[in-house]
Every structure is written in structure tokens, then in C-alpha cells.
């Protein structure tokens, strides 16, 4: 069945999950990039102490997991945008300091950093998973 057949709110669910997918193998990548590495390369790469840096890399790979783990597995799928959401914050610095150490590569965190928003946005109103609570519910609930 091709996407121009499925009703909006499915396409909106399949290119969430698409860019989840993506997103959780480029932070697997990276984290786990950060965490293969020792830290005194990590801090002569970046104007960040080493030990910093391999929290980062923990973040991501944590971040990975809650892109795709509450909703494959139904557990806490609420998790998921903020999961999102925690990682924008990550991008936002990986962008700050990609502008300062090398603007040439500045596309790339600024890519990134905007599919992690429209997942944490899309997760959060446009198409939440089986069993979040839509914020329109919270409200309704009350």
C-alpha cells in the first residue's frame, strides 16, 4: 500500500517512525563513537573535557533507546518525545559547537536537530503512540 492511499494520521505515524529509525542510528553511531573512544582524543577533538563528552555519548545511546523501545514494546510510549526532546537539547549544543570548531559541517547537526524536533513534536501532538495520553485528553480528563 503506497502512502498516498493511507489515511493522513498513518502517513503522519510511518514517517515518524521512519525518522525514529534514522535518528536512533545516527545516535547509536555517535554515542557509541564517543564511547569507543578514549577520552583525552574525545576533549583534543572537541573545546569539551573528555569525561563530558562520554556522558554525552551515554545520552545518546540512551536517547536511541527511547526513540524506539516504548513503542515497540508498549511501555511507557509517553517516553518517546521526551526522549526527543532531551536529544534536541543535545543537538542544540552539538550545533552551538559545531559553529564555533568547524561552520563547514554546520548542515549536518542543524539536520539532525530539526528531525529530532518534528519526532518530539509529532510523538508529543500529531500522531502520539498506543496508550499516551493526548494532550487534549489531559485536559478533558480533569
Known amino acids: 500500500m503506497s502512502t498516498a492511499t493511507l489515511p493522513r494520521s498513518s502517513r503522519t505515524n510511518l514517517w515518524l517512525w521512519i525518522a525514529q529509525g534514522v535518528l536512533a542510528l545516527v545516535f547509536l553511531f555517535t554515542g557509541g563513537s564517543k564511547m569507543a573512544m578514549p577520552a583525552d582524543v574525545l576533549a583534543a577533538q572537541s573545546h569539551l573535557?573528555?569525561?563530558?563528552?562520554?556522558?554525552?555519548?551515554?545520552?545518546?545511546?540512551?536517547?536511541?533507546?527511547?526513540?524506539?523501545?516504548?513503542?515497540l514494546l508498549h511501555v511507557r510510549p509517553g517516553l518517546t518525545p521526551l526522549a526527543a526532546a532531551c536529544l534536541l537539547i543535545i543537538m542544540i549544543g552539538a550545533t552551538v559547537?559545531?559553529?564555533?570548531?568547524?561552520?563547514?559541517?554546520?548542515?549536518?547537526?542543524?539536520?539532525?536537530?530539526?528531525?529530532?524536533?518534528?519526532?518530539?513534536y509529532g510523538r508529543w501532538r500529531l500522531a502520539p503512540l498506543d496508550g499516551a495520553a493526548r494532550p487534549s485528553e489531559v485536559g478533558a480528563a480533569r
Open 49 to 71: 573535557p573528555g569525561m563530558f563528552m562520554k556522558f554525552i555519548g551515554v545520552c545518546e545511546i540512551l536517547g536511541a533507546f527511547g526513540l524506539i523501545l516504548p513503542g
Open 97 to 120: 559547537s559545531t559553529a564555533i570548531l568547524l561552520p563547514v559541517a554546520l548542515p549536518m547537526p542543524i539536520v539532525v536537530g530539526l528531525l529530532t524536533a518534528y519526532v518530539a
